[in-house]
Every structure is written in structure tokens, then in C-alpha cells.
């Protein structure tokens, strides 16, 4: 069975930065897959925050262009989000995801979270202004 394992969250002030990391274990996918982040603030749904394929693609919500980067360690199978210029409303708990498949046929737009078959257990994130 494959495990998604989020680590890297905590708390941080207004302007701050983390890296989250996603290690993958039993890894069952074909050479092509994408892998995506996502993130759930209280009361609200869950929303895709970027998501990144073998072939180097990468789409991003517009709200964290600019600040945030993702990125994929292949050999390793572990991804990762780099977060910049953090935001009090960027608290969330964030969620890695991933499916068979590249972002080839989505243009720029993020992968609805349906789409996704396997899920870590999230890791928090707290901005204080």
C-alpha cells in the first residue's frame, strides 16, 4: 500500500518561509505521474495549491504564485514546497497527493483533488501577522 508521509509544517510570523517535504513509500506508479499539494483552512474546502509531473510540469493557484515552489526529487521519490512570503491567510493544513498521469492535458490548470488516488495525513501551517 503506498504511504504519503508530510512533514516540515510549524508556525511562522507574517513574511516568513517553510519547506514541506512528502516522502513516498511502496511506490506503485507507472514512470509517469504527477504529484500535487493541497491545503484545508477551518471552514473551508480543500483547494490544490500546485502540482508537478516527471516531465517537469508545474501549475500553480493563482494565490501563491510567485511565493511558493514546488518541486520533485525523483530518485528519491520525495516532494517538496517551498514557501516564501507566508501570509496569515496561507494557514491551512496542507495535504500531499498523488496519481498516475502527467499535467499534460490540464493547461495550467490544477488537477481537482478527485483526480488523486493516494493521500498523506497533512501537516499544519500557521502564519501569525
Known amino acids: 500500500q503506498v504511504q504519503l508521509v508530510e512533514s516540515g509544517g510549524g508556525s511562522v510570523q507574517s513574511g516568513g518561509s517553510l519547506r514541506l517535504s512528502c516522502e513516498v513509500s511502496r511506490w506503485p506508479y507507472s514512470p509517469y505521474y504527477c504529484m500535487g499539494w493541497f491545503r484545508q483552512a477551518p471552514g473551508r474546502e480543500r483547494e490544490g495549491v500546485a502540482a508537478?509531473?516527471?516531465?517537469?510540469?508545474?501549475n500553480y493557484a493563482e494565490s501563491v504564485k510567485g511565493r511558493f515552489t514546488i518541486s520533485l526529487d525523483n530518485a528519491e521519490k520525495r516532494l517538496y514546497l517551498q514557501m516564501n512570503s507566508l501570509r496569515s491567510e496561507d494557514t491551512a493544513m496542507y495535504y500531499c497527493a498523488a496519481r498516475t498521469g502527467t499535467l499534460s492535458l490540464f493547461r495550467g490548470a490544477l488537477p481537482s483533488q478527485k483526480l488523486y488516488s493516494d493521500w498523506g495525513q497533512g501537516t499544519q501551517v500557521t502564519v501569525s501577522s
Open positions: 508537478i509531473d516527471t516531465e517537469g510540469r508545474t
